[in-house]
T-cell receptor, first 116, second 112 residues
């Protein structure tokens, strides 16, 4: 595997389900990100982790719970979602947070989530 | 006013045309400017990155930044069908480089 991988690629869940999205980066990066991409709306930054520490929570509802067990893996735990949470969820990684010009973000292919 | 405005298109051009894609922004703190390309069913990939006003060229692609007008552009010369994708502008401020603010993206189709 190379780059940034995400599983599953597609997920359909009911509003009472609990599911998790997984992201893995094979680039040796130290920072990882979750983004939400909805139709007709710009990409929205959700969470940022640097060296497994959360550095950004962009006012995301608590029904989204991120977890970063190590610098290569990032999870997004989902519970009691709403239909408006249906979107493409993208994971990205970068060498650092950009303070030294090292913030090129590499994206995974995304998980297409549908909440019924 | 949205922080970043980008015409979503769609934009359809014949092969070989010059394509101009644009974004305007309102936050004068933005110092870093990027263009991403996103193919269908893929994640965005970085095309161009610049942090100063002026032009930056890479092959058939030229990124232009005018900070005084808060306006950025991406030009594609000799467009190819393989350039058909959604183009996203993104920008960030000094000190929070990692916090990218994106435009909605412009869907481009280059017809053979």
């Amino acid at each position: 595997e190379t780059g940034v991988t995400q599983t599953p690629r597609h997920l359909v869940m009911g509003m009472t389900n609990k599911k998790s999205l997984k992201c893995e980066q094979h680039l040796g990066h130290n920072a990882m990100y979750w983004y939400k991409q909805s139709a007709k709306k710009p990409l929205e930054l959700m969470f940022v982790y640097s060296l497994e520490e959360r550095v950004e929570n962009n006012s995301v509802p608590s029904r989204f719970s991120p977890e970063c067990p190590n610098s290569s893996h990032l999870f997004l735990h989902l519970h009691t979602l709403q239909p408006e949470d249906s979107a493409l969820y993208l994971c990205a990684s970068s060498q650092g947070l950009g303070l030294k010009g090292d913030n090129e973000q590499f994206f995974g292919p995304g998980t297409r989530l549908t909440v019924l | 006013q949205k922080e970043v405005e980008q015409d979503p298109g769609p934009l359809s051009v014949p092969e070989g045309a010059i394509v101009s894609l644009n974004c305007t922004y309102s936050n004068s703190a933005f110092q870093y400017f990027m263009w991403y390309r996103q193919y269908s069913r893929k994640g965005p990939e970085l095309l161009m990155y610049t942090y100063s006003s002026g032009n930056k060229e890479d092959g058939r692609f030229t990124a232009q930044v005018d900070k005084s007008s808060k306006y950025i552009s991406l030009f594609i010369r000799d467009s190819q069908p393989s350039d058909s994708a959604t183009y996203l502008c993104a920008m960030s401020a000094r000190g929070s480089n990692y916090k990218l603010t994106f435009g909605k993206g412009t869907l481009l189709t280059v017809n053979p």
